[in-house]
């Protein structure tokens, strides 16, 4: 199944929630991973690199 080319609108906002939060609590993309029990190869972070993302 091909990517959607524009995320959903509920998405974005999920993203920039959860950034929120995180920053607020100091935390690091790779201290995030480790809380959600994800690889660094799984996180968000890693399937969004090459654009802007709110994680």
Do not use: C, F, H, V
């Not at 190869?41 to 969004?48: D, F, R, V």
């Amino acid at each position: 199944m091909p990517r959607r080319s524009e995320p959903e609108p509920y998405a974005l906002k999920l993203g920039a929630r959860i950034r929120e939060l995180r920053l607020e609590r100091n935390m690091s993309l790779a201290a995030l991973a480790d809380a959600a029990q994800l690889s660094k190869g799984t996180s968000p972070a890693s399937s969004t690199a090459s654009r802007r993302s709110p994680w």
